[in-house]
């Protein structure tokens, strides 16, 4: 992991991505272009350029190097089947990153370095890649909240084929022309980068049509914990649980041997354990916000220092800013001593103050403006509105609201134009709903509680429905 300021994505083989105040975002992609899944134990691949599909599996062996804005990704897998064939890879992918801050993209260009690759059969034939010919390309949208990507590739291989127990035979060319895509993001709670790949293998029997589609996701769960023992200072605690798997399949066709199929690839990373402090408020017992708030306080979302949290007062622009900076980034327990600057942006609110730096990012960032340009007035009460757009701002998703006449609450008028995508983003991805009488009340200030709410509301988003986009919506595997 690059610390704090820097991690830039890369289609396929390599996962870093630019952007302020993320310090330890997970981070996922496919292991090379050849559809394989892996866990840290073992690899596994189909290989068709036999006139029947072979299943290679060994241990993973992947490196990378990065050197500003360059990063060499290095694959070396020596593979056998159950039959005994064999298969030796190494291939080395420079990518090229160039970040265009004042967009808050990055694109990205990767070509193959070096490579090798000889796949020996049971039956004496030789496959040895002559020649690998290799373009992808990358952009990576950088949001607050989580960053977006999608590329494309190109690609071609050409294979010499040696089959010496056939009496006479001739070296045989085959040709594999390669075109795929993928999608992905990648936040602190979770990542997930989806590829799909279409081969075309061409030899003297034909061509043969290939299909892969692997994902690799990794998610971090909040998950609670109880504490059985009646004589205790607590009752339980929150624990986050990560996990880490791929899932891939192949469709083929081999039309000059009239085989066709589908094979399904799964594995999974041993899970990792984390247990956090434990929140001790006295006035949350049987509160309808109780679970929402102590989990946000678990991960450092909140940090107060009292026995009380105060569910039923009002929330302020100060407090729920930096809860979602927070939120989004990592556990953050003690005061920054790094600052942005040693004057502050605003009049009424101090560059010395512990949460300035959180307040000034989300400036720079878009997620949230000040009142005036000199006044950001932190002690007012958050409303629905302001509430809903510095959410969907940290997304980057209001800009996916209809272009313009469309209508979702009955009291769309009283919604400020500024926040009228937002509120209709939210609604579409389950942060916010109407009222019984589906009126949005977009001035209403919310309580301490209700904020939390729609904050843990927004952490499930990053959580779990961003994978089930990326992985299950796309690759719709049976």
Known sequence: MMNSKLKQIVLFCVAFISFILLADRVEARPPDYNGGVMNEYTYEEYFFLESYPIKFSGKPAVTERVAKDKITTTYRFNLTSEQG????????FETTLDNHTDKGQTTSQTIVKSYSEKITTTTKTVFTLDDFQFTQSTLIDNRAASDFYSGDLIATKRYIVTRPLIPLAKDELIIVNMTGRNVGYENFWGATETQIIDYEITGNNGTTYVTSKVSDSKTKKLEYRP?????????????????????GEYTYSYPYYLRTGTYQLAKQNTPTLERLVVPKFQDLRNHWAKDSIEKLYSVGVFDESTDKFLPGAIMTRYQFTIGVLKAVDTRVFETPTKKTTTKSIFKDVSAKDKGYMYIESAVNQGIINGFTPELFKPDDPLTRAQAVAVLVRALGMEGRAPNYGYSKFADDRSIPAWAKNSAYVANEIGLVNGDANNNFKAQQALTRAEASAMLQRFVDFLEDDLQKNYRDDVLNLN
């Open 227 to 247: 504490h059985d023992p009646s004589l205790s200072s607590f009752s339980g605690g929150h624990i986050i649980v990560s996990n880490s798997d791929m899932v």
């Open 85 to 92: 064939d064999k298969l030796v890879r190494n291939v080395v």
